[in-house]
């Protein structure tokens, strides 16, 4: 399963963007997804993951961006959400959502770019 994020722009220093991801296939359903950045001249970090267990939608967050940024899905458990508030010029970065399988296979699709600026 192929995953795609989607609703970056361009947002001033303390905004907020709610970040998508969804599938191309209309099979999906939640297992274990993944959310990255990649910021200019540096490596891909890890940002959220979200994993079903059981119904339980477990998530976990960076420690750069926890109490800011929250995980989410929806009840159809087809869509991930990434909300970002009190965004920082240091989020500015091109974000992927990815399985958690593919992106430990690292096999990444086209992300959406965030830019915090002023």
């Known amino acids: 399963v192929q995953l795609q994020a989607s609703g970056g722009g361009l947002v001033q220093p303390g905004g907020s963007l709610r970040l998508s991801c969804t599938s191309s296939?209309?099979?999906?359903?939640?297992?274990?997804v993944v959310w990255y950045r990649q910021a200019p001249g540096k490596r891909r970090e890890f940002v959220a993951g979200?994993?079903?267990?059981?119904?339980?939608?477990?998530?976990r967050h960076a420690d750069s961006v926890k109490g800011r940024f929250t995980v989410s899905t929806n009840d159809d458990k087809n869509t991930v959400y990434l909300q970002m508030n009190s965004l920082k010029l240091e989020d500015t970065a091109v974000y992927y959502c990815n399985t958690a399988m593919r992106a430990r296979d690292n096999k990444w699709g086209q992300g959406t770019q965030v830019t915090v600026s002023s």
């Open positions: 296939g209309s099979d999906f359903r939640l297992d274990a």
């Open positions: 979200i994993t079903d267990l059981g119904g339980l939608a477990v998530t």
